[in-house]
């Protein structure tokens, strides 16, 4: 957790964007992801985005990349209530089969209707 | 057709004893993991095997024995059972390759100590 930070709470209304912020320590992470995670249950992968790519977009979902800050974003357009949850972002530290995921503290967002 | 599945999904037991839990994965991956998540939801590896093998073993202490009689399957085996393990245990499993490896998620495990 110390190497990936994320603020731990974000509100929205619904219909409006949600921005979810990351950072991370280390510069040689080749991937990073975003999971979701609902209530009780186990975590989804949403996203990821490779290292040498500056922006990713799937449907309501955009990614930011700012590789110089090591900064993540994830933004979701439309925010719907069934997108309340806890968000993670997580890099990817390691290569091959000793890679391994470090995950960020969770942002949990809550869409009021 | 769960992809992840882990058994049991509540563990309720008392400080001391002894508990596994089971995790399956049907995909076909080469490597499978195990998480610990504590109650303010932050989440940390604890191993990870790749066909049968140990590959990662993150500073957990050694009353944890992670099991792996085939590349389906990994059990965690907890001894002498304390408060602190209390948490979600989360199994995953990752195709082995130079794509994104990204992981599949298990449902996890409430284990809760008394």
């Known amino acids: 957790g110390e190497d990936v930070e994320q603020s731990l709470f974000l509100s929205v209304r619904e219909g409006d964007s949600s921005v979810i912020n990351c950072t991370y320590t280390?510069?040689?992470?080749?991937?990073l992801y975003w999971y979701k995670q609902e209530p009780g249950a186990g975590l989804q992968l949403l996203t990821y985005?490779?290292?040498?790519?500056d922006m990713k977009q799937d449907q309501r979902l955009t990614v930011l990349l700012n590789k110089k800050d090591k900064h993540l974003s994830l933004r979701i357009a439309d925010t719907q209530t069934g997108d309340s949850a806890i968000y993670f972002c997580a890099e990817r530290q390691g290569s091959g089969n000793t890679g391994k995921l470090i995950f960020g503290q969770g942002t949990t967002l809550q869409v009021k209707p | 057709d769960t992809a992840v599945s882990q058994t049991p999904k509540y563990l309720v037991t008392q400080m001391g004893n002894d508990k596994s839990i089971k995790c399956e994965q049907n995909?076909?991956?080469?490597?499978m993991y195990w998480y610990k998540q504590d109650s303010k939801k932050f989440l940390k590896i604890m191993f990870s095997?790749?066909?049968?093998?140990?590959?990662i073993n993150e500073t957990v202490p050694n009353r944890f024995s992670p099991k792996s009689p085939d590349k389906a399957h990994l059990n965690l085996h907890i001894n002498s059972l304390e408060l602190g393990d209390s948490a979600v245990y989360f199994c995953?499993?990752?195709?082995?390759?130079?794509?994104?490896?990204?992981?599949?998620f298990g449902p996890g495990t409430r284990l809760t100590v008394t």
């Open positions: 985005i490779f290292s040498n790519m």
């Open positions: 280390d510069s040689s992470s080749t991937y």
């Open positions: 095997y790749n066909n049968k093998e140990l590959i």
């Open positions: 995909l076909g991956h080469d490597t």
């Open positions: 995953a499993s990752s195709p082995l390759g130079t794509r994104a490896t990204e992981q599949y």
